[in-house]
């Protein structure tokens, strides 16, 4: 099977060679390389190799080399046409089959790249000209040295609309290349194609293999959009690339940090200030395909490049269109973390102005993502009500919901359900009296222990059915502590007038809040020394009581988790008819005094929903 070598290229830039022989076999850290004895022969000291930056493996001792496809043929013995079928299951492209015009769309690519590395260097030698002092100033005025605009190829392309045609076509490219690679554009009327780039400091754009398929270019004066990209082609796609990929794949693979800004200078400043992994969106919002692409730079499993955003409104923004982009997509090991600057500067005015420390400052404040979708959705809120807080569960239930990996989407939930219930629980601490529980007020790190002033109040002893079905709830969730994951909601909605009850029921959802699958509930010891630690002791002696349970033995240590189970399913259904039942009686007091339809409707609703049936468990949730 011939393969047509533009795939080829695909495929060895999609995989990190390190990652794919990782996965067959040991590899150690050695300064940029990775390290191992070599699978191909018997040797006692490490002298294999494997070097991510120019994708290829040598063994030092038996001479073994190769790319990735060479070393999967050598270690899976495969055939080519295998290795090849295997790793683009791997990488997730479609083998291509060959045809006489897959090499011929290869040759013409390559004269594309060829012809944009032509431009390149023409437009870097306008720059040195007088036509270009004026660009030239205009780095010198943010601050770029000689050894710096040499690094990033910076050039100038010239006001004339004419002049980088007859240059390139003296270097041997065709019109319809230029055309065809973005450096020049047909007008509307047929005419003579002119230059795209004009009057700008050009910014060369490369592919992840370090090869050039585009320019970004900034207007030095007049009229005209500020920025503009080189137009989509058979080598560019705004879309897909990042300003500074190449660079940031050996930046990644040495473990040094990845962080995304805004634009071209920005990225320069930064490689400047000691940050290689800097990249940026080419004048477009951060898209699927570019978060794709920046966690495929990582060599390792943690794979958590930066969002870096300014501090404004409109970096706020950005900031919740880049949250909606990567939701869908987080997978295990696969996230970002999200820093913003302070109001008003980017990273170039900010290194310029107080230095390469105030960046490293906001580097390390880089937040998870789970705290900005938290602070995006409470942020200048205020939860007083249940419409609201409901509210907040909606908004939040409905940003997890976007997480298509279902491992990652139930640590989302477990995580955000234990910051609703700390939220409202410490809302309700401060909106009661400190006397019998804790003080009022004082920060709250979700999912950590409260401060304790003084115990909570012991309840009192059941003096209703209500009261009854509440302590019996209570007590079965902490003697059964694996129901909790089942029974959270139905804890979430039970209203209990006792205070000493109601700081016990929160301290629960708190917990269960905290535990994700096989780790629901933890142990009844556990839960229990958690709850005395946190100033419970005097609540759970009364509750946990042998009298509680005498007429209820489901709710007893010793009962079966399906009998606890069936309890709890029946004690609720009990509980919401003597709830309903109160209601009824107040409605139908409400319809003797004023017979109007609207409380007649809703005496016949209620009596209704006084006749409830049998509930299971996740009828009550």
């Known amino acids: 099977m011939a393969v047509p070598p533009a795939f080829l290229e695909e495929l060895r830039a999609r995989l990190t060679l390190s990652e794919v022989i990782g996965r067959r076999m040991r590899l150690a850290r050695s300064g940029r390389e990775f390290s191992a004895p070599c699978p191909f022969h018997n040797e006692?000291?490490?002298?294999?190799?494997?070097?991510d930056q120019k994708g290829f493996f040598h063994c030092f001792g038996c001479g073994a080399h190769g790319d990735v496809v060479g070393f999967v043929m050598r270690y899976d013995h495969l055939t080519f046409p295998e290795a090849v079928e295997s790793l683009a299951a791997v990488a997730g492209l479609p083998v291509p089959r060959t045809a006489p015009e897959d090499r011929q769309r290869h040759e013409h690519r390559k004269s594309l790249h060829e012809a944009i590395e032509a431009a390149a260097g023409w437009f870097e030698h306008q720059l040195r000209t007088p036509a270009g002092a004026a660009a030239l100033a205009y780095l010198r005025r943010r601050g770029l040295d000689d050894e710096t605009i040499a690094a990033f190829r910076l050039g100038y392309a010239p006001a004339d609309r004419t002049t980088l045609r007859p240059a390139l076509e003296r270097a041997g490219?065709?019109?319809?290349?230029?055309?065809?690679?973005?450096?020049?554009?047909?007008p509307d009327d047929g005419g003579a194609p002119f230059s795209f780039f004009r009057h700008r400091v050009l910014f060369p754009v490369s592919d992840r293999r370090g090869r050039l398929v585009a320019f970004g270019g900034r207007l030095i004066d007049g009229e005209g959009p500020k920025y503009i990209n080189t137009g989509e082609t058979p080598l560019f796609h705004k879309g897909q690339l990042l300003y500074g990929l190449s660079r940031a794949r050996v930046a990644a693979a040495e473990n040094q940090p990845v962080v995304v800004v805004e634009g071209y200078m920005d990225v320069i400043a930064l490689v400047r200030a000691g940050y290689p992994g800097?990249?940026?969106?080419?004048?477009?919002?951060?898209?699927?395909?570019?978060?794709?692409?920046?966690?495929?730079?990582?060599?390792?499993?943690?794979k958590t490049p930066v969002l870096c955003f300014d501090g404004d409104t409109a970096g706020r923004r950005a900031a919740a269109r880049a949250v909606d982009r990567v939701l869908p997509l987080l997978a295990a090991d696969r996230s970002v973390r999200v820093a913003f600057l302070p109001t008003g500067e980017d990273p170039d005015s900010l290194i310029r102005?107080?230095?390469?420390?105030?960046?490293?400052?906001?580097?390390?404040?880089?937040?998870?993502?789970?705290?900005?979708?938290?602070?995006m959705e409470t942020a200048d809120r205020r939860f007083e009500t249940p419409e609201a807080k409901a509210g907040l569960k909606a908004a939040l239930d409905a940003r997890v919901d976007q997480i298509a990996d279902r491992?990652?989407?139930?640590?989302?939930?477990?995580?955000?359900?234990?910051?609703?219930?700390?939220?409202?629980?410490?809302?309700?601490?401060?909106?009661r009296p400190a006397a019998g529980g804790w003080t009022a007020g004082r920060p709250f790190r979700p999912g950590a222990p409260r401060p304790v002033t003084a115990p909570p109040e012991p309840p009192r002893r059941p003096k209703s059915a209500s009261h009854r079905w509440q302590r019996l709830l209570l007590a079965t969730l902490i003697n059964h502590p694996q129901l909790l994951g089942e029974f959270h909601e139905t804890l979430a909605l039970t209203d209990m007038t006792d205070p000493g009850l109601d700081d016990l029921r929160h301290a629960l959802i708190v917990h269960a809040g905290g535990q994700t699958g096989a780790e629901q509930g933890g142990g009844t010891a556990d839960v229990r020394a958690r709850l005395v630690a946190l100033g419970f002791q005097g609540v759970l002696d009364e509750i946990l009581d042998p009298g509680t349970y005498q007429n209820h033995r489901f709710s007893a240590p010793g009962a079966g988790l399906a009998e606890a189970r069936r309890g709890l399913a029946d004690g609720y259904a009990t509980f919401c008819r003597i709830r309903i039942g109160r209601e009824l009686v107040e409605a139908g007091k409400r319809l003797a005094q004023d017979g109007s339809e609207r409380n007649l409707s809703r005496v016949v609703t209620l009596r209704g929903e006084l006749v409830l049936p049998d509930l299971t468990p996740e009828d009550t949730l």
Do not use: C, H
């Open 44 to 51: 006692k000291s490490p002298s294999f190799t494997v070097n």
């Open 173 to 186: 490219f065709s019109v319809e290349t230029m055309v065809e690679a973005g450096l020049l554009k047909r």
């Open 278 to 302: 800097a990249v940026a969106p080419l004048g477009t919002a951060l898209t699927e395909t570019q978060i794709e692409a920046l966690w495929q730079l990582f060599p390792g499993r943690d």
């Open 353 to 375: 102005s107080r230095g390469v420390a105030a960046f490293a400052t906001v580097l390390s404040q880089a937040r998870p993502l789970v705290d900005v979708l938290w602070e």
């Open 407 to 431: 491992t990652v989407q139930g640590y989302y939930r477990g995580e955000v359900g234990q910051r609703i219930n700390a939220l409202f629980w410490n809302q309700r601490r401060q909106e």
